[in-house]
């Protein structure tokens, strides 16, 4: 039996997997077996791998279960010492298994540790360095966007959870904690079954030396509608069922405060219904989600200080930060060898193609890329880029108001601004940044995933506002649910203190 079984969930992933598998065979520790398990693909996957990888151990579901479905159907085929877990959008590092292992056979007390994840597009720059999870209740990638360098993210240290993208867990602690919701189907199930894991005292604990090269939302898209539906619904899923009471009704202020800013930001992107249909989605599941609650409550060995301890303010991990002016690019929007561009929200790898499209295409000499704390990194440090950050005292409920945008970019003038847009246009970003951002250049063009464009026109400036304000009563609405998914929760919690405290009198 291998010590190690690194589970390879794919969906529709022939052209990924490839690279995935070719560098788990350059790996320095060799007990492990690779376990692919296909999720109801409809390309060539199966048949590739069979032909290509006889020594790999296939399976196949019938229907596309899910991350966490295909996760857990690879964990319970196998009875391995540890369970690695590995998307197949990756490429590891030779030592990559080797330091994981390392990490867990000498801390007996950790039931996990966590990869240093880089992006494959850039990869100088941290995807994720272990996962954190914050007291408005919304978790995330540590060290999303930071130079790989940097000194805290080079040492081993406990983290709240290990990214799935790329963890090793230890057997023993899953059959303690149980396996991946699958109610989560995908997003936020690493951080559910990391929030377990700490309350049922195992540590996570992160490994630099295991590093993988991740290309990111490879099968979702980084805009699709269903991403951002499961990221919002999930958020609230696992409050419900590991949050500790205590610590719930510490923070409500803060997660109120965060579910309110992300409905200003959904109708800022013109998704605000996908935001509602999550948060009824949930308000739906909560009697499922107590019962999960009830189950992993009765389970938990830490105390609440212990978790409160590793739930850290938004600030601590996204510092509010100050960029020089001397280090926010052309003061000027043109240039003698060709025309100025102003990209709006980096997004991983379609950046690159958006510059690719700026510099052939709009013949750009200058471009400058304005993005958010922490994505610094994604961005290309070539010759004619320039990053503009705009740090998190500039946002207004998470949208940039016209005036803090205008200030920003004061003196700049460009020939093009080229909005990275997930959707429609009309639906899309910048309902509130495009007052400002169309006195700062003569045109203003969306540029879809799929590589096409379209001018924003008086017609679909019309368009956009006529909708404006049908968004502001479905963004106001999924707040509302938000608030009534809360306080139900807050009710559930009330009476599992009071069933504690009749617990503890009945022992005495």
Not at 163 to 169: K, Q, T, V, W
Not at 253 to 267: D, N
Not at 412 to 420: G, H, N, P, Q
Not at 438 to 463: C, E, H, N, W
């Amino acid at each position: 039996m291998p010590k190690v079984a690194v589970i390879v969930p794919s969906y529709n992933g022939r052209k990924l997997l490839e690279g995935c598998l070719k560098s788990l065979s350059r790996q320095t520790f060799s007990d492990f077996e690779t376990v692919v398990v296909d999720d109801g693909s409809t390309d060539d996957t199966i048949g590739f791998v069979k032909a290509n990888y006889a020594h790999v151990r296939l399976i196949e579901l019938r229907r596309n279960s899910g991350f966490s479905a295909a996760i857990n159907a690879g964990i319970q085929a196998t009875d391995s010492e540890y369970v690695a877990l590995l998307n197949n959008d990756t490429e590891v590092t030779p030592k990559w298994l080797e330091s994981l292992v390392d990490v867990l056979d000498t801390n007996p007390s950790a039931g996990s540790a966590a990869s240093k994840i880089l992006w494959d597009h850039a990869r100088d720059t941290i995807y994720a360095a272990g996962d954190f999870f914050c007291q408005d209740g919304f978790g995330g990638n540590i060290g999303s966007g930071k130079p790989a360098n940097d000194a805290m993210l080079n040492s081993p240290r406990p983290v709240f959870s290990a990214s799935a993208c790329a963890a090793l867990y230890r057997r023993r602690a899953l059959d303690d904690v149980g396996l991946v919701s699958e109610h989560l189907f995908m997003f936020y199930e690493d951080i559910d079954l990391g929030f377990r894991l700490q309350l049922a005292g195992w540590d996570c604990i992160y490994a630099p030396a295991a590093a993988v090269y991740h290309i990111g939302t490879a099968t979702t898209g980084i805009f699709s509608r269903k991403r951002k539906f499961l990221l919002a619904r999930n958020e609230l899923f696992v409050i419900a069922r590991n949050l500790p009471g205590k610590i719930l009704r510490r923070n409500l202020a803060a997660i109120l405060r965060h579910q309110f800013k992300e409905s200003v930001h959904a109708l800022d992107e013109g998704r605000p219904r996908t935001l509602l249909n999550a948060r009824l989605t949930a308000i739906a599941a909560i009697p499922k989600l107590l019962r999960s609650r009830k189950r992993i409550m009765a389970a938990r060995r830490a105390s609440t200080e212990h978790i409160a301890s590793l739930i850290q303010p938004y600030d601590d991990i996204y510092p509010p930060a100050s960029i020089p002016q001397s280090d926010r690019g052309p003061s000027s929007g043109s240039s003698a060898a060709g025309a100025s561009v102003l990209i709006i929200r980096s997004a991983g790898p379609l950046l690159l193609h958006a510059i690719d499209y700026a510099r052939k295409s709009l013949n750009a000499a200058e471009i400058d890329v304005l993005t958010m704390p922490g994505h610094e990194g994604t961005v290309p440090t070539e010759q004619g880029i320039h990053t503009i950050t705009y740090p998190a005292r500039d946002r207004f409920c998470g949208c940039t108001m016209p005036s803090r945008l205008a200030h920003r970019l004061r003196r700049r003038r460009y020939e093009t601004a080229l909005v990275l847009c997930g959707g429609r246009p009309e639906t899309g970003f910048l309902n509130v940044d495009l007052v400002a951002l169309r006195a700062r250049a003569k045109r203003v063009i969306y540029f879809m995933p799929d590589g096409s464009t379209q001018q924003l026109s008086g017609r679909l400036l019309v368009s956009k506002f006529a909708r404006f304000g049908l968004n502001v009563c479905v963004a106001g609405a999924a707040f509302l649910a938000s608030v009534v998914f809360l306080l139900c929760l807050m009710l559930a919690s009330a009476f599992e203190r009071d069933a504690l405290k009749a617990a503890y009198r009945n022992r005495d």
